[in-house]
Each structure stands twice: as structure tokens, then as C-alpha cells.
């Protein structure tokens, strides 16, 4: 999952300085996730299991550690129910799920860039659904993040990639703009952490019926696989994904937003993608052809774009 974070309500602006922090290290932490997940995946575990043993590992991890450190973070209210459900089964299992499966079948840095389609889709939600007016720059953004995903998806040679993980990664984006679309309306009355936690727990629930834990293959965790230079075992990788991509990623990401607008940590998070992108060049050798490198730079400008001139539906 990213943390690339949309056109939202905004909240108080506290400490800048360290809300910039947390959003950067959010989109570091979240950058990890594709070239973990795939090497893990090199081992000859599905993506669907590799997405069920993060989120409920992760979901443990949060669990205990929050009600040991600070159980009144746990307590909801029966009324926040759906809205906590309907965040833990788009914005933890959807995504999840839906961005290993992509990264199993296509680029690392193609799947994250298609999620770079959910601040378009949001902008298109609060257009139609919320009936506000956007301005005239945005609907040129959404066009050029349009136009960058057909030459990511290089359309004029009838998809060279794979289709399943194209639409894999679209899927992600839905549930992405349900993340936060459900999670702006959530953290006014859940506390940031406990929304988190919950999340994660409703999510592990969720996707255990795609992937039940005594499915998952124990014995490929000694495993050692690639990952760059080294060759590391199976169990460490999914360790640093729970731990690094999951937990520090998804606590980061949500404190961000207790100290800056969402309109601007959502331009600080266009690094993620290209951290991503870096990382799976360096360590997983994968390479993208220059029109997709191009459309690369005009979906994230596109974007951007959506992004900046969007920060008049915050008042």
C-alpha cells in the first residue's frame, strides 16, 4: 500500500516540520513494499498469500503493541462500525491484495504508478457525487495522468502487459480512493492509530478467506531468494515487509495528516513512486522502456497538477 494522499478535508496544521517527516518517511517505508513482496514472491508464494500474511502479521504487531502502550486508542463506537469495516476491506484488503497481484505480474513500478490513478478518481468523486466545482487545471491534470497511463501501458502495441496485473493495478487505485475517501471521514472521530490498527485487523479477517493462514507455505520461509547482491532467507524479507512497508508505513502515513493538509502531503508522496521505480531497477534489475519512462513523468505531473489546484475544496 501508498501514501499518496488526495484531496481531503484538511486538518489543523500543527508541526510542519515534522508532518513533512512523517510524510517522507511514509513514502521511503511504503516504497519498500514492491521489491520485498516480489522477491518474496520469486520463492514461489502466491501474492494473495503474501498479502494476507502482511496484513495479518501487521495487524498483530498493531494490536498488541497498542493495547499494551495505550488501549483507550482501541475504543469505538458501535455508530463508527461500517465506516471502520468499509476502511479495513478497501483501504488494507483491497489494496493489498490487489497491488501483490500486480506486482506479481507486471513492473513494481508500473503497479505503484497505477496507483497514482486514485487521486484522479477522488477528484472525480467529489466533482459528481459531492457536486463541487473543480477548477479548470485539474480536469488538464487528469487528462495528462490519462495520457501517461496509456504510454505506461504502451496502448498503441495492444497492451504489452500483462492484462490481469493492469487491471490488478486499477482495482488497487479503487480501493485506494477508498482508503482515503473512507479514512478522511473516519479519523474525525477515530483516533488515528486506533483506526489503523482496527484497519489492519478487519483487513487480515477479510482476506483470510482468500488466503487462509494454514495455506500459507511455512516451509518456503528458509528459502533464500535474490534481492540485489544478497540473497537473503524468505522470512527475513517478509519480516522488513511487516515491519517497515506495513507498520512504521501505515503509522507515518496517517500522523502526517495530524500536522500538515492533505493537499500538500499528497505532493510530498509523489516521491514514493519514484523511490519505487529506483529501487526495483537496482535491486530487482527491472527496466522500463522510454515512452513508459515519459508517461511515468507525465502521469505523476498530471497529478501533481490535480493535486495543487484542487486546495480550494479544503474551504
Given at each position: 500500500m501508498t501514501t499518496e494522499l488526495p484531496v481531503l478535508a484538511s486538518p489543523r496544521v500543527a508541526h510542519r516540520g515534522r508532518g513533512t517527516?512523517?510524510?517522507?518517511?511514509?513514502?521511503?517505508?511504503?516504497?519498500?513494499?514492491?521489491?520485498?513482496?516480489?522477491?518474496?514472491?520469486?520463492?514461489?508464494i502466491?501474492?494473495?498469500?503474501?498479502?494476507?500474511?502482511?496484513?495479518?502479521?501487521?495487524?498483530?504487531?498493531?494490536?498488541?503493541?497498542?493495547?499494551?502502550?495505550?488501549?483507550?486508542?482501541?475504543?469505538?463506537?458501535?455508530?463508527?462500525?461500517?465506516?471502520?469495516?468499509?476502511?479495513?476491506?478497501?483501504?488494507?484488503?483491497?489494496?493489498?491484495?490487489?497491488?501483490?497481484?500486480?506486482?506479481?505480474?507486471?513492473?513494481v513500478g508500473i503497479a505503484i504508478l497505477l496507483e497514482f490513478v486514485s487521486p484522479v478518481l477522488i477528484a472525480l468523486w467529489v466533482r459528481f457525487v459531492r457536486r463541487h466545482?473543480?477548477?479548470?487545471?485539474?480536469?488538464?491534470?487528469?487528462?495528462?495522468?490519462?495520457a501517461g497511463l496509456a504510454l505506461v501501458a504502451q496502448v498503441?502495441?495492444?497492451?504489452?502487459?500483462?492484462?490481469l496485473g493492469l487491471l490488478a493495478g486499477f482495482g488497487a487505485a479503487l480501493?485506494?480512493?477508498?482508503?482515503?475517501?473512507?479514512?478522511?471521514?473516519?479519523?474525525?472521530?477515530?483516533?488515528?492509530?486506533?483506526?489503523?490498527?482496527?484497519?489492519?485487523?478487519?483487513?487480515?479477517?477479510?482476506?483470510?478467506?482468500?488466503?487462509?493462514?494454514?495455506?500459507?507455505?511455512?516451509g518456503l520461509l528458509g528459502a533464500d531468494v535474490g534481492f540485489g547482491a544478497w540473497h537473503p532467507p524468505v522470512w527475513l524479507l517478509l519480516t522488513l515487509l511487516v515491519l517497515v512497508a506495513t507498520v512504521l508505513a501505515y503509522v507515518c502515513g496517517i500522523s502526517s495528516l495530524r500536522h500538515l493538509p492533505a493537499s500538500v502531503a499528497s505532493v510530498l508522496g509523489l516521491i514514493e513512486p519514484v523511490i519505487t521505480t529506483v529501487a526495483a531497477w537496482v535491486l530487482?534489475?527491472?527496466?522500463?522502456?522510454?515512452?513508459?519512462?515519459?508517461?511515468?513523468?507525465?502521469?505523476?505531473?498530471?497529478?501533481?497538477?490535480?493535486?495543487?489546484?484542487?486546495?480550494?475544496l479544503a474551504h
Open positions: 517527516s512523517y510524510v517522507l518517511l511514509a513514502a521511503l517505508f511504503f516504497s519498500t513494499s514492491g521489491t520485498l513482496g516480489k522477491s518474496v514472491m520469486s520463492a514461489g502466491a501474492p494473495e498469500q503474501v498479502a494476507a500474511a502482511r496484513i495479518a502479521l501487521a495487524g498483530v504487531v498493531l494490536l498488541a503493541g497498542v493495547a499494551l502502550v495505550a488501549p483507550r486508542k482501541l475504543r469505538v463506537r458501535r455508530a463508527e462500525l461500517p465506516v471502520l469495516a468499509g476502511y479495513g476491506l478497501l483501504g488494507v484488503a483491497g489494496v493489498q491484495l490487489l497491488y501483490f497481484v500486480a506486482a506479481g505480474r507486471i513492473p466545482r473543480l477548477p479548470r487545471a485539474v480536469w488538464g491534470g487528469i487528462a495528462l495522468a490519462m498503441w502495441e495492444g497492451v504489452t502487459l500483462d492484462g480501493c485506494s480512493a477508498g482508503y482515503f475517501l473512507l479514512g478522511e471521514r473516519a479519523v474525525a472521530d477515530i483516533d488515528p492509530l486506533g483506526l489503523v490498527t482496527w484497519g489492519m485487523v478487519i483487513g487480515a479477517v477479510a482476506i483470510s478467506f482468500v488466503a487462509p493462514p494454514w495455506t500459507w507455505p511455512a530487482l534489475g527491472e527496466q522500463l522502456a522510454w515512452p513508459q519512462l515519459l508517461g511515468s513523468a507525465i502521469l505523476l505531473g498530471g497529478a501533481y497538477i490535480v493535486q495543487r489546484n484542487s486546495e480550494i
